[in-house]
């Protein structure tokens, strides 16, 4: 299946210090990519959707100036969290869309960034 | 809002026993997708169905797409200790609409 990676894997930071995110499509282009937030044993929740060339669209109770997200290729989108606070510590997970296939798209999974805000 | 009911949410098994989930969902989806979770990982894709009355395999696994469009099964065969972690049914009613996920069926397997 396609590869989408994330980096860092995980990031230990202090509060008030702002965290970028990578994700890559390795094999793929992505004009579309999602970022989710995930708590312990909860299911994924998704952020934002991360359009190539526009601008994101956030989800309801996602601030977009606290959770700033480019797309500037087809490979690649960014997730900053912005003066990160302790409650901001969770496991964020990006996806890609591969449309490749025509109608049959479907979406992988990055393996994920731990945040840990102190 | 779409939400998709996914059962059951955790299951014990024994080792070689079979297993079955499924999601249900409020509307009609074009796309169901269903992943599987390990602890710290992102979900990684298991199987993808698109056509109503689709009944696609990958190995020990069988998933299908509910003829009503409504719903999707994923049975797993003879489940050995690896196949234990979260399994994520998510599905999609078009090409520009985010998935939908399940809240996830937590499998564990007692050898």
């Known amino acids: 299946g396609a590869v989408v990676s994330q980096h860092p894997s995980r990031v230990i930071c202090k509060s008030g210090t702002s965290v970028k995110i990578e994700c890559r499509s390795l094999?793929?282009?992505?004009?579309?990519m999602f970022w989710y937030r995930q708590f312990p044993k909860q299911s994924l929740m998704l952020m934002a959707t991360?359009?190539?060339?526009?601008?994101?669209?956030?989800e309801q109770g996602v601030e977009k100036d606290k959770f700033l997200i480019n797309h500037a290729s087809l490979t690649l989108s960014t997730l900053t969290v912005t003066s990160a606070h302790p409650e901001d510590s969770s496991f964020y997970i990006c996806?890609?869309?591969?449309?490749?296939?025509?109608?049959?798209?479907?979406?992988?999974f990055g393996p994920g960034t731990r945040l840990l805000v102190l | 809002g779409q939400q998709l009911n996914q059962s059951p949410q955790s299951m014990f098994i024994q080792e070689g026993e079979d297993v079955s989930m499924n999601c249900t969902s409020s509307?009609?989806?074009?796309?169901w997708l269903w992943y599987k979770q390990d602890p710290g990982e992102g979900p990684v894709l298991l199987i993808a169905?698109?056509?109503?009355?689709e009944l696609t395999s990958n190995g020990r696994l069988t998933a299908q797409f509910g003829i009503t469009r409504k719903d999707s099964f994923l049975n797993i065969s003879a489940s050995i200790p690896s196949d234990v972690g979260i399994y994520f049914c998510?599905?999609?009613?078009?090409?520009?609409?985010?998935?939908?996920f399940g809240k996830g069926t937590r499998l564990s397997v007692i050898a």
């Open positions: 094999d793929f282009q992505a004009t579309t």
């Open positions: 998510a599905g999609r009613n078009s090409g520009n609409t985010p998935l939908v």
């Open positions: 509307s009609i989806f074009n796309t």
């Open positions: 991360s359009n190539e060339g526009s601008k994101a669209t956030y």
């Open positions: 996806s890609a869309r591969d449309r490749a296939t025509g109608d049959q798209e479907t979406q992988y």
């Open positions: 169905l698109y056509k109503a009355g």
